[in-house]
């Protein structure tokens, strides 16, 4: 696993390499059931419509609308987030094959991504950051084990 935190900051990331092939791990990443398992901010992800989902917040139970906008080929997901009436492209999530890596086919790198706003205080971001560090190893135990559970 890798991480970088250096606050303040404009971008936080945080890596793994996920014992599944890559696109097992875009299609469930891409699920926006599967997230909110995983995503401390906005746990729990049910539709709302037009492809906006509501959670809820871990840290202080507030709302979370999240729309997924998934591109294959790129092996990239956004995750616009905010209100029901505004989301931004804040959060993504890039899979790597591992072929790409120098890895074995059956495995990938998948890196998260923070998109810090310009009006975001000091100690949210360092939650932010802080949050997707736990994230991240969240991701590659819930990604291993579905996989080990289909069979594979």
């Given at each position: 696993?890798m991480?970088?935190?250096?606050?303040?900051?404009?971008?936080h990331?945080?890596?793994?390499?996920?014992?599944?092939?890559?696109?097992?791990?875009?299609?469930?990443l891409?699920?926006?059931?599967?997230?909110?398992?995983?995503a401390?901010?906005?746990?729990?992800?049910?539709?709302?419509?037009?492809g906006?989902?509501?959670g809820?917040s871990?840290?202080?139970?507030?709302?979370?609308?999240?729309?997924?906008?998934?591109?294959?080929?790129l092996g990239?997901?956004d995750?616009?987030?905010?209100?029901?009436?505004?989301?931004?492209?804040r959060?993504?999530?890039?899979?790597?094959?591992?072929?790409?890596?120098?890895?074995?086919e059956?495995?990938?790198?998948?890196?998260?991504?923070?998109?810090?706003?310009?009006d975001?205080p000091?100690d949210?971001?360092?939650?932010?950051?802080?949050t997707?560090?736990?994230?991240?190893?969240?991701?590659?135990a819930q990604?291993e084990?579905?996989?080990?559970?289909?069979?594979?």
């Open positions: 696993m991480t970088q935190s250096l606050l303040p900051s404009v971008a990331q945080a890596a793994s390499r996920v014992a599944v092939p890559a696109g097992f791990a875009f299609d469930r891409s699920d926006a059931g599967f997230v909110g398992q995983w401390l901010g906005s746990m729990g992800l049910e539709p709302v419509g037009d906006v989902f509501r809820c871990l840290f202080d139970g507030s709302a979370a609308f999240v729309e997924v906008r998934a591109d294959r080929a990239l997901i995750f616009h987030v905010g209100t029901e009436q505004v989301r931004r492209p959060i993504f999530i890039r899979v790597t094959p591992g072929a790409v890596l120098g890895l074995d059956d495995a990938c790198l998948v890196t998260l991504h923070a998109l810090r706003a310009a975001a000091d949210r971001w360092a939650r932010t950051c802080l997707h560090e736990a994230e991240i190893l969240l991701i590659k990604l084990t579905a996989f080990a559970g289909a069979g594979a």
